[in-house]
């Protein structure tokens, strides 16, 4: 089993923070990200949250998706 880094953790983190703070549910991130032309499925959110394995660019689409403009680290 390949364990997370520090920055893996810390940025499926501060996503799950994010979507938590706007109140929005994993479902619902999948229809945003859809609007905005990204392709996804629940369940592959939900897994790539949860081993926080994802690109940046990942990373930023959900933020634009959520209408996240400002990210405190």
Same mark, same amino acid.
């Given at each position: 089993? =390949?364990?997370? +880094?520090? %920055? $893996?953790?810390?940025?499926? !983190?501060?996503?799950? @923070? /994010?979507?938590? &703070?706007?109140?929005? +549910? %994993?479902? *619902? #991130? =999948?229809?945003?990200?859809?609007?905005?032309? =990204?392709? $996804?499925? /629940? @369940? !592959? =959110?939900? !897994?790539?949250?949860?081993?926080?394995?994802?690109?940046? @660019? %990942?990373? #930023? *689409?959900?933020?634009? @998706?959520? $209408? +996240? +403009?400002? #990210? &405190?680290?």
């Amino acid at each position: 089993m =390949v364990e997370k +880094t520090d %920055y $893996e953790l810390k940025a499926a !983190n501060l996503l799950k @923070a /994010e979507l938590k &703070r706007k109140g929005v +549910t %994993y479902a *619902q #991130l =999948v229809d945003r990200l859809a609007a905005i032309g =990204v392709d $996804e499925k /629940e @369940a !592959n =959110v939900r !897994n790539k949250l949860s081993r926080g394995k994802f690109t940046a @660019a %990942y990373f #930023l *689409q959900c933020l634009a @998706a959520i $209408e +996240t +403009t400002d #990210l &405190r680290l």
